[in-house]
Structures are given as structure tokens and as C-alpha cells.
């Protein structure tokens, strides 16, 4: 079997018309052993239930009536035209023929030996006014198996007129019980209608085979018809045109699958973008430095090689530029790392305040120098427990993003508080703030607002993203606040330790 024909037997077109084939059959195959198994005996039950009704009216019928045996024999008639296969007959004890209604002709010598065994049965039995009922005849098959059934009619009011008139002149015999019922009926369903039913169940086979087919072949093509349309979205997508749109359809199971391929499209649509961004501006953050660090190394070379003054200055920009292209590095490593799970961070308790005021100090000369107005708010040390180096890049990135985005105000606020038995750490600025269509996407990689793209503001569009990732792996709680024009606020929060507790786990 080659490749081909393997996957044509695994499609869902095949399989889905393969099952329903088989759960038709399955139904055949149930109907026809219900028929073959149970539907004689079904019949045969009937036919008693049948013939015990039947008797019963005939019984009250006698009873009501017995002076008059015509109307018994009128009722009887009745009876027996209006019930099919069911023959009856009143006799005397002695066996003479008391009422032979139509269709008495069943009543053949073929069973005369076992209408005389009911009889005998009957007359010794105890309780002569019960019916008694007898599966005959003995050895028949089961396709000739007759319900024969006598009953006493009562005999005490019966005067011996009218037992003579009808030809019961033998007195002892109407003495005790003068007339007996007699009902014989077949236990089989006649060739014909087995016959019938089972040239019936071929038809029935043949059309349900062909209906489920029809059926499996409309639904598989139903039901593969969007998945088809999903594999050729995703195969545009694995050429690379990010972004498109997988269809949906009446299955709430598909739909599911075509909304999520569709968002995973646009995550990398996005991606695609941002990392499109990041080549541009990374390339950027890497030329401006170089530049800069060609150029001063030239300019000491030719010019203030000699001059220790300019000499220095030079070569403070030189390592200032450096330092900007390590942090650059840094950063998309630091980020790689993260994400690929590979970095671990190393709890330990530590004052936050004391870790925030190490990483603020760096900002001083910043601070004189540019006119920057940088606020610390932190009454009391805070112990929290997490990793040092980890916890004061988070501060130092959102610090750098204040101190990037506050504009003209140049006010960067940082606020450690106990908020309930959280430690609670906010970073203001009150610059242009962030537009709310931005906002949600500021923590992706890469991300750099639109208004940002163009470029008076330096950064990766990494920043952010190592603040969550950090975050995220303290189980820290995280958000940001902004108004546009106004300014923004980024937070944290870590369980705050009693210091007693970090103490005593210290020791
Ligand atoms: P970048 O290196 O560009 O700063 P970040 O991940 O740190 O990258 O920030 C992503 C984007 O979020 C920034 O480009 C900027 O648009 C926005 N952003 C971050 N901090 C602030 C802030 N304090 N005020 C306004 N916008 C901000």
C-alpha cells in the first residue's frame, strides 16, 4: 500500500463514511437477530394473551345469556371472523358439537388427539371452571406448534332443553359440565408473512447501506471542507504570510482551532514586526556608539593625544559609549536566557530600600549635571526575598524608561512602601504618558511605541520585557498606570518579610 492510498484510508472523509457504514450494519444486524430470535416467540405470546381474552368473552357471553345459544354462537362468529388464525368450537363432554362458528374447518383430525387430551386434562382436573391451557402437539416442530385451549362453559343453569335441543342428550354429561370451549390458533407466523419480513429486512439493508452512505459521504465532506481551507491558510502561513486569516465555520471545535491559528498568525505577524524593529534599531544602538568610538579614537590619535585634558574627555566618551553597547548585549542575552528558561535567579532576603538607593546613586551626577530632579520616598527598610542583582535591574530599567520619557518635566519619583503585608515599589514621571491602544503592548518584546519609533529616545524595546520576565519569575505582581499627557507609573509588589522571620531563616 503506498503512501497515497495510507493517508486516503486515514482522511475523515473515509473513516467517517466507514463508521457509518458499520453502525448501519450493526442496526441490521440487531433488527435481523431480534427477528430471527425473539419475533416467533413475541407472536406466540400474543397469541395466548389472545386467546385467554377471547375466552373470556365467550365465557361471559354464556353467562350472561345461557338460555339463548344462538347469541353465543352469533358472538363467536364475531369473534372468530374478526380474529385471524383463531379457531373455535363448543362441544358437549362427550365430544358432540354444540356451536362450530366459521373457519371450523381448522378443527381437522390432525388434532383431534389433542383436543381430547385437553379434555381429559380438564375433566380431571380439581377446578373445573379454569381454563386450561396446552401447548400441543407433541413433537411438532416449532413452526407447527398450535395453542389449544378448552375451558368449562358453565353448565348449572343450562336447563336440559335447551342441552337437547342443541343435541346434548346425554345428561350426565350436562349434569357435571355440559359444554366445553374449545380454541385452537398456530404459535407461528404463516410462511408468507416471514417470508415477506425477511424480503422486507434485504430491502431495508440495501436502502439503510445506501442512505448511510449518502449521509457519511455528505457530512465528511461537511466537516473536512473547513479543515481543508485551515491546512491551505496554514500553508500561506508557512511560506511566511504571517497574519492571515483562517476560516471559520459551523463546528464550534473547528472555529476553536481557526481562532487560534489565527491569533498565533497575528503573534507572529507581530513578532515578525518587532523583531524587524529591533534589526533597525539595534543596528542603530550599535552604528551611533561605533561611530562615536571611531571618531574620539581617531581625534586622540591625531589631535588631543598630546592634551590630557581633551585626552581624558575623549576617552570618557569612548567609554561611556562603550558601556552603552555592553548594556545593549546585555540585554538582548539577559532576555534570550529568560525566555529560554535557562537563568535562574538565587532567592535571598534583602532590604529593598538599601538595593533601590544603590541603583538611584548611579543617577546623581546625571542629576547635577542634566538638571534632572530624581525623588526617593521610603520611610523604613522593607526585607523581601527574591534575587538582589534581578530585583535592581527591574528598578534600574523602569528608572532609565522615567528618566528616558519624562520630557521636559525631568521629575522621576520612586516610592518603596508596606502596602498591607505586601512591599509595594512605583516609579513616576509625569511625561507624555503612554497612548491606551499602546499600553497593553509595552511589556512584548521588541515593542517600542509608535511615537518612540522615531528615534529622540534611545533603547532596544527590550527593557520592559526583562522587567515581566524577572517579575514573572518572582511570582511578583506587576502593572502600569498612564495618562496621556500627564505621565505614567510602573509598580511592583513582593511579599514583604517581617524581619524577624528573615532573621531567624538566615541563621
Ligand atoms: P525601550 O528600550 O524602548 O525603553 P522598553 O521595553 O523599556 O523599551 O519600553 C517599551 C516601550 O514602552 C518604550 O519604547 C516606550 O514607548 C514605552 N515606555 C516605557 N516606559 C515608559 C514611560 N515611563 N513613559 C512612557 N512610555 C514608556
Known amino acids: 500500500m503506498n ?3 495510507k493517508s486516503k484510508l486515514k482522511s475523515i472523509r473515509f473513516k467517517l463514511f466507514a463508521y457509518f457504514c458499520l453502525f448501519s450494519m450493526l442496526i441490521l444486524l440487531l433488527v435481523y437477530g431480534l427477528q430471527a430470535l425473539f419475533l416467533n416467540y413475541y407472536f406466540a405470546q400474543m397469541k395466548v ?9 365467550i365465557v361471559k357471553t354464556f353467562e350472561r345469556d345461557h338460555q339463548d345459544l344462538t347469541r ?13 388464525d383463531i379457531y373455535m368450537r363448543v362441544e358437549t363432554l362427550a365430544g358432540k358439537t354444540v356451536i ?9 383430525p390432525k388434532y383431534s388427539i389433542d383436543i381430547s387430551k385437553v379434555r381429559d386434562m380438564l375433566s380431571s382436573g380439581t377446578n373445573k371452571y379454569v381454563s386450561t391451557v396446552s401447548t400441543s402437539l407433541d413433537k411438532a416442530s416449532d413452526d407447527d406448534k398450535i395453542l389449544v385451549y378448552a375451558c368449562f362453559l358453565e353448565d348449572d343453569l343450562v336447563s336440559p332443553e ?11 354429561c350436562w349434569n357435571s359440565s355440559s359444554y366445553v370451549l374449545y380454541i385452537l390458533t398456530p404459535l407461528h407466523l404463516a410462511k408468507t408473512t416471514t417470508s415477506i419480513l425477511s424480503d422486507q429486512f434485504i430491502y431495508a439493508s440495501v436502502i439503510a447501506l445506501i442512505l448511510s452512505s449518502v449521509i457519511a459521504i455528505y457530512f465528511s465532506r461537511r466537516i473536512s471542507k473547513p479543515l481543508k481551507s485551515i491546512t491551505r491558510s496554514a500553508a500561506e502561513m508557512g511560506k511566511g504570510n ?7 465555520s459551523d463546528y464550534t471545535e473547528i472555529n476553536e482551532l481557526a481562532d487560534t491559528l489565527t491569533h498565533a498568525s497575528r503573534e507572529l505577524e507581530k513578532t515578525e514586526m518587532y523583531q524587524k524593529d529591533l534589526i533597525a534599531n539595534v543596528s542603530h544602538d550599535l552604528r551611533t556608539p ?9 581625534m586622540i590619535r591625531d589631535l588631543s593625544g598630546d592634551i590630557p585634558e581633551k585626552r581624558d574627555a575623549h576617552l570618557a566618551v569612548i567609554i561611556d559609549e562603550t558601556d552603552r553597547l555592553n548594556t545593549l548585549v546585555n540585554d538582548l542575552l539577559n532576555l534570550r536566557h529568560m525566555q529560554n528558561k535557562t537563568i535562574t535567579i538565587e532567592k535571598n532576603y534583602f532590604d529593598i530600600k538599601a538595593a533601590a538607593e544603590s541603583i538611584l546613586a548611579s543617577y546623581d551626577i546625571r542629576c547635577q549635571k542634566e538638571g534632572y530632579n530624581l525623588i526617593f520616598n521610603c520611610r523604613d527598610s522593607i526585607t523581601v526575598y527574591g534575587d538582589e542583582s534581578k530585583i535592581k535591574q527591574v528598578i534600574a530599567n523602569l528608572v532609565g524608561n522615567a528618566f528616558k520619557f519624562c520630557g521636559e518635566d525631568k521629575t522621576v519619583i520612586v516610592n518603596i512602601k508596606r502596602v498591607g503585608k505586601k512591599m509595594r515599589c512605583e516609579v513616576r514621571d509625569n511625561g507624555a504618558g503612554i497612548a491606551p491602544d499602546e499600553i497593553d503592548h509595552i511589556w512584548e518584546r521588541y515593542y517600542k511605541s509608535s511615537s518612540n519609533l522615531v528615534r529622540p529616545v534611545e533603547g532596544s524595546g527590550l527593557g520592559l520585557s526583562i522587567v515581566k520576565e524577572i517579575l514573572i519569575l518572582h511570582k511578583a505582581q506587576y502593572g502600569v498606570t498612564s495618562k496621556v499627557g500627564k505621565g505614567t507609573t510602573f509598580w ?7 524581619s524577624k522571620n528573615a532573621l531567624m531563616t538566615r541563621s
Not at 362450530?100 to 381437522?108: E, I, K, L, N, T
Not at 504571517?242 to 471559520?248: A, D
Not at 511592583?492 to 517581617?498: G, L, N, R, V, Y
Open 492 to 498: 511592583f509588589e513582593m511579599d514583604a518579610i517581617k
Open 100 to 108: 362450530a362458528p366459521y373457519g371450523d374447518s381448522f378443527f381437522v
Open 162 to 172: 335447551v342441552a337437547d335441543a342443541f343435541g346434548a342428550s346425554n345428561l350426565e
Open 242 to 248: 504571517y497574519g492571515v486569516q483562517f476560516p471559520r
Open 49 to 57: 394473551s389472545e386467546t385467554t381474552k377471547i375466552a373470556q368473552q
Open 72 to 84: 353465543l354462537a352469533k358472538t363467536m362468529d364475531v369473534l372468530a371472523t374478526t380474529n385471524d
Open 3 to 5: 503512501a497515497k492510498t
Open 290 to 298: 561605533l561611530t562615536m568610538i571611531k571618531s574620539y579614537a581617531e
